[in-house]
């Protein structure tokens, strides 16, 4: 029943205090309406909702990222890898293929919470080659719809002083509703970083 068909105080009164605690205890993987930016990182479930700001950050649709183009930004895609079946054979070969925007840099697990400080370490200097250390330079974020992964890449490069982030919440699957995808490998410089951590 709509709260303008409660016709006793008492029953509107409560109707309304109902409706504001069930959106006060919503969480980013319970409603897409009115996600808050959380101080920090998102270091919760890497898939939910998310907000629909990054302050500091440039939020684009698809049509903003293609106006953005002309400027060759660093496209930075922070999907996470596949992992191989549990229970695959060894014998079994296994070699899933990552799609993504073409020219984008695919830095797999760079936006997660918390990154060990070895790992920021080489995001950031990984993006300071990818720029040339131009922090003005723009760069935009970006992994699947609903992934919290890209808006932390794009929190952690603010952090860092980068001027011109821009960040693409609708991912790889946003910009394949329109365009054709590539065949993406992990950046060999971010894979080797994650090999020296071992």
């Keep these: 029943m709509a709260l303008t068909r409660l016709r006793h105080p008492t029953l509107q009164v409560a109707a309304a205090g109902l409706a504001a605690l069930l959106l006060a205890a919503a969480t980013p993987a319970d409603s897409p309406v009115n996600v808050p930016e959380p101080e920090g990182y998102w ?8 907000p ?16 953005l183009l002309p400027e060759k930004p ?46 920021e370490k080489a995001f950031l200097s990984r993006v300071e080659a990818l720029t040339g250390g131009d922090r003005s330079k723009p760069v935009v974020t970006f992994c699947r719809p609903e992934c919290w992964g890209s808006w932390n890449a794009g929190k952690r490069l603010l952090q860092a002083g980068y001027r011109r982030v821009y960040w693409f919440p ?29």
């Design 43 to 50: 270091t919760g479930p890497p898939r939910g909702y998310t």
């Design 170 to 198: 609708s991912g790889v699957e946003g910009w394949q509703d329109a365009h054709e995808t590539a065949v993406a490998k992990p950046d060999p410089a971010w894979a080797a970083s994650a090999g020296a951590d071992r």
């Design 74 to 119: 660093v496209l930075l895609d922070v999907v996470l890898e596949e992992r191989r079946p549990a229970g695959l054979p060894a014998d079994r070969p296994w070699s899933p293929t990552h799609r993504s925007i073409p020219d984008a840099v695919w830095m797999p697990g760079a936006g997660g919470a918390p990154l060990p400080p070895e790992r």
């Design 52 to 67: 629909p700001t990054l302050k500091g950050a440039t939020v684009l649709d698809l049509a903003g990222l293609e106006a």
